[in-house]
T-cell receptor, first 114, second 115 residues
Framework: DTAVSQTPKYLVTQMGNDKSIKCEQN?????MYWYKQDSKKFLKIMFS???????INETVPNRFSPKSPDKAHLNLHINSLELGDSAVYFC?????????????FGPGTRLTVL | AQSVTQLGSHVSVSEGALVLLRCNYS??????LFWYVQYPNQGLQLLLK??????LVKGINGFEAEFKKSETSFHLTKPSAHMSDAAEYFC?????????????FGAGTRLFVKA
């Protein structure tokens, strides 16, 4: 069984389009995250949600809007896509707010903006 | 602010040789430290973590790391490399905030294993 799943796995689109990436976790975790990994493999947190509430927003452009319909899902909607948005986006989850909690990552969504 | 520095973006070892991946951190509070591994086209998975207690931490696949406060280091080692260890390795430190959780990742070290 997949613990953290993301769809789609690959996404190719034109500049200016709007797209969404979906994430679901079946681990019963309370906290979910979105990370962006650039071409140099640098991994940077974008958002974290705890029980459907936004906890961390790391100075991400407001073209990016996360939505958490329930604590098992955290979707990422991106408006007016730009070339610099091309990256791999990872969803992750963990049990709660403790620093010692292991994060479980999804397989990633490779976004290419043309 | 917390930060992580991984020394060497690429490390190459022969199969059977010692693996040493270096990580130094900075933190104003006692850190929680992690090593994650990323295989090609996959998400990250936890290798091991240090929270409190014993400073030598053992993880999966024969890896271990030692927390050295005096050196602000958390280097990852494995006595004998296997071809399947070829991957990207990330050191990370956590930053607890009131009501939140944030992990800072290093830039990653790509491990190559030669036959």
């Amino acid at each position: 069984d997949t613990a953290v799943s993301q769809t789609p796995k690959y996404l190719v689109t034109q500049m200016g389009n709007d797209k969404s990436i979906k994430c679901e976790q079946n681990l019963g975790h309370d906290t979910m995250y979105w990370y962006k990994q650039d071409s140099k493999k640098f991994l940077k947190i974008m958002f974290s949600y705890n029980n459907k509430e936004l906890i961390i927003n790391e100075t991400v452009p407001n073209r990016f809007s996360p939505k958490s319909p329930d604590k098992a899902h955290l979707n990422l909607h991106i408006n007016s896509l730009e070339l610099g948005d091309s990256a791999v986006y990872f969803c992750a989850s963990n049990q709660g707010l403790a620093d010692t909690d292991t994060q479980y990552f999804g397989p990633g969504t490779r976004l290419t903006v043309l | 602010a917390q930060s992580v520095t991984q020394l060497g973006s690429h490390v190459s070892v022969s199969e059977g040789a010692l693996v040493l991946l270096r990580c130094n951190y900075s933190s104003s509070v006692p850190p929680y430290l992690f090593w994650y591994v990323q295989y090609p086209n996959q998400g990250l998975q936890l290798l091991l973590k240090y929270t409190t207690g014993a400073t030598l931490v053992k993880g999966i696949n024969g890896f271990e790391a030692e927390f050295k406060k005096s050196e602000t280091s958390f280097h990852l080692t494995k006595p004998s490399a296997h071809m399947s260890d070829a991957a990207e390795y990330f050191c990370a430190v956590s930053d607890q905030r009131t009501g939140g959780f944030k992990t800072i990742f290093g830039a990653g070290t790509r491990l190559f294993v030669k036959a």
